[in-house]
């Protein structure tokens, strides 16, 4: 395989430590699930997959069954949850991974248990409505489907699922907590009902560092679990009851290298719709790395990278896939020279927050957005 300009390097060690910070919140009856989708929040699937499960992670969650297909191919056999809509003409494909599901649909319900052999269980995790109105059903309705697959021999309703709607986005809770009422009142009616083993499924990582009382029987670790705070009002809102203690571990680096080199003369506009001149004679650094790799356009004229241990600014429009950065004050940059677009590098660093802020975006975004053909290369340090 040819070898790659632009890549990125994940520490494992980092994702170990961050997944044992949070096993160390729990209790010891409560399972740790792991959100792995969207190619592990841009971490690598099957890398970071790994890492996880040797750190102690009970459950990988990801979003559609072609994920759960690539882990399983991958020999991870270790159970694996699917979060996303998966279609009834689907039930078959869902049974031979072996994975279990969200479920808010009858017919998905029923073909699953058409679709489950003899003498087997499908695990479903019914998702209730409190708040957010993506997925989910109403209380009557999740008591509706339990009641449906009591009556079939291939189904188990072995939880109950919601999600918080804004719980990393204030640090007034009041809407959370009601939430919280109301996922309370489902997971009990759905025991009620005729599935007493039914486990409590509501905790994503702002809550779990925040409420213990969440935490149920399973806790769904999402940005947490890659070193990331969910926001900075869950950080503060720690900070207020003393839970900020958590040593969170960024754990992915993303790296490019100098391709070219060029004096450009006082002023001449830079690259696309002239939106960048330069004041005076400027030493410009173009790397192989654009928004088709998931550097995002908005961070034109905004956004530095860090070459040499210091900070060079991006100017003009950021290409499809090449961006041009200002080394005028940087000594000796030459061609083949290691640039970091997120990371450490010398003293200096660049967050994915600080990216987030420079696009008007989440951190969430900068890491996801990662192009998929990006190579992930682990690395041990921690």
Known sequence: MARRLTWCEVSTGNLTANLREFRSLLGPRCELAVVVKANAYGHGLVLASRAFLDAGADVLCVHDLWEAEVLRRAGIGEPIHVLGPVAPDQALEAVALGVSLVAYDAALIRALDAATPSGHRTRIHLKVETGTHRQGVSLEEALALADLARGLRGVEVAGVASHFADVEDTTHHDFARRQMDLFRQGLDAVRRAGWPEARGDLANSAA????????????????GAYGMWPSAETRVSAAMIHRDQIALRPALTWKTRVAQVKTVAPGEFIGYGRTWRTPRSTILAVIPVGYA????????????????????????????????????DIPGVVPGDEVVLLGDQGDESLSAERLAQWAGTINYEITTRIAESVPRVPVETT
Do not use: F, K
């Open 293 to 328: 790799d998931g550097y995002d356009r908005g961070l034109s004229n905004l956004a530095h990278v860090l070459v040499r241990g210091q900070r060079a600014a991006v100017r003009g429009r950021i290409c499809m896939n090449l961006t041009m950065v200002d080394v005028t």
């Open 208 to 223: 779990t560092i925040l409420w213990p009382e969440t935490h149920w029987d399973r806790v769904r670790l999402g940005i």
